[in-house]
């Protein structure tokens, strides 16, 4: 069975379905994976243990977003490569990647181990839930070098055109870290160590499955050993796409810990309801998500293939596809939270503030899937400087001083914090009119 999509010729639609739903169903197992974390922890432990590993998953989901976004950069050349028929190029890319991202991973699995009591201190982490925070990233931290192993085969898969197999390996991650949840926090009552410990066990397990695979597999890419060294050229590409999203997206990622931080500050039971909440939203997010990556790699194949018209029709295609399924998802955000948040805790209080923090962000829900297409264009363009640019500014400009604000005026809840992201996305989605606007006037220049 043919398993790479070209996106350069058939109906546009049917090209980005068939690639969006295993993008998305990757998405949800993947974000199932702290999801699970919480729910089992949130069923066998107490408040203390809910706000540490919905802390410390949602830093350690900030790791593993700024190193997909980095990745990113290697999808996007790589599917430039495949659009302009250079199998070999696309072959350099990829030996570039992975030693690029070991030593990234070494790097980080370092840094991380040494700094986690840091971390947890800057995040604000309620006293009676140090000790777990702490112990939940160190362990996690220990994995890296998996997380990235992963995230790098997603994507040089979805370079060329492959959502299936990325969507296979994270399903076989999806199950074990269930079975690990249930023996090491259930069973072996291990609490916050014991959800970190199955995260880490699951995507071992996962990258050990994707490399039998991937042997077995023809992909449109000629790749050899001696390939696996660092190509000056296709290191510099990479790095100019990966690079500026990589910091958009961390500075997003930093701008959310902020949030969390000064929720934290606002007591336990906000803390541990904005921790269900953040993993709620972490599939709520998986839509837009999945719409970023198919745009991404769409137009990089048909902008390597010559084809700008058809990258246009697809990023319009794809963010019209996204908004219809996110006025759904709002509903259920806004109107079933409190549902919703019951599946993390059995605990009254934790579900109100959960429930309360949906209300205001729901809205978002269709907003992002317009400002994700956006994104998703220009990475995709390998013009990612505005991507970096509107990713800095609102976060620091607009989400967190918005979320100050709402926290600190009279009677503060956690609806009014949870109406920040919103706002913030509106901002983005005014800045890419403006890029566009600009875009368009220099290719018409160009072209007289």
Excluded at 102 to 120: C, Q, Y
Excluded at 437 to 442: E, I, W
Aim: hydrophobic share 50%; with cysteine.
């Amino acid at each position: 069975m043919k398993q790479e999509n070209s996106f350069t010729e058939g109906p546009i639609f049917g090209s980005l379905i068939r690639f969006a739903l295993p993008v998305l169903g990757a998405l949800v197992l993947q974000a199932a994976y702290g999801a699970v974390d919480l729910m089992v922890v949130g069923q066998f432990g107490d408040a203390t243990s809910i706000s540490a590993v919905g802390t410390g998953s949602t830093f350690m989901q900030m790791v593993t977003f700024v190193i997909t976004s980095l990745a990113m950069g290697s999808t996007v050349i790589i599917g430039q490569h495949i659009g302009e028929g250079k199998p070999e190029k696309a072959g350099d890319a990829v030996g570039t990647t992975i030693v690029l991202f070991a030593v990234i991973g070494i790097a980080a699995t370092v840094l991380l181990e040494l700094l986690a009591t840091n971390i947890v201190g800057i995040l604000q982490v309620p006293e009676a839930s140090v000790d777990k925070a702490v112990t939940y990233l160190r362990i996690c931290s220990g994995g890296i070098l998996i997380i990235i192993a992963y995230n790098v085969i997603s994507g040089v898969l979805r370079g060329v055109g492959n959502a299936n197999l990325p969507f296979l390996f994270v399903g076989i991650a999806c199950v074990v870290n269930i079975i690990g949840d249930l023996l090491f926090v259930a069973v072996l009552h291990m609490d916050a160590a014991g959800a970190a410990l199955a995260t880490v066990l699951a995507q071992l397990v996962s990258v050990i499955a994707s490399v039998g695979v991937l042997k077995k597999q023809k992909l449109p890419i000629s790749f050899s050993k001696k390939q696996c060294r660092i190509n000056g050229w296709e290191l510099k590409r990479i790095l100019n796409v990966g690079v500026p999203i990589a910091l958009q997206e961390a500075t997003v990622q930093i701008s959310f810990l902020v949030v969390n931080s000064i929720v934290n500050n606002m007591g336990l039971m906000p803390s541990a309801g904005y921790g269900v909440a953040q993993k709620i939203v972490s599939f709520i997010m998986l839509v837009p998500s999945s719409v970023m990556q198919t745009v991404s790699a769409f137009v990089a194949q048909n902008i390597g293939a010559g084809k700008k018209d058809r990258a246009w029709k697809g990023y319009r295609t794809a963010m019209v596809t996204g908004c219809t399924v996110g006025i759904a998802i709002f509903c259920a955000g806004f109107f079933g939270g409190g549902w919703l948040s019951s599946l993390f805790t059995s605990d009254a209080e934790v579900i109100a503030q959960s429930a309360a923090y949906l209300r205001g962000f729901s809205a978002d829900c269709i907003l992002t899937c317009i400002l994700f297409s956006s994104i998703g264009y220009f990475n995709g363009c390998g013009k990612s400087l505005p991507v970096m640019l509107q990713g800095i500014t609102s976060a620091f400009f607009i989400r967190i001083p918005v979320s100050i604000l709402m926290s600190r005026l009279p009677g503060a809840s956690l609806t009014m914090v949870g109406l920040a992201t919103p706002i913030t996305t509106v901002y983005g989605i005014v800045f890419f009119i403006v890029c566009f606007a600009l875009l368009k006037r220099k290719e018409q220049a160009q072209a007289a």
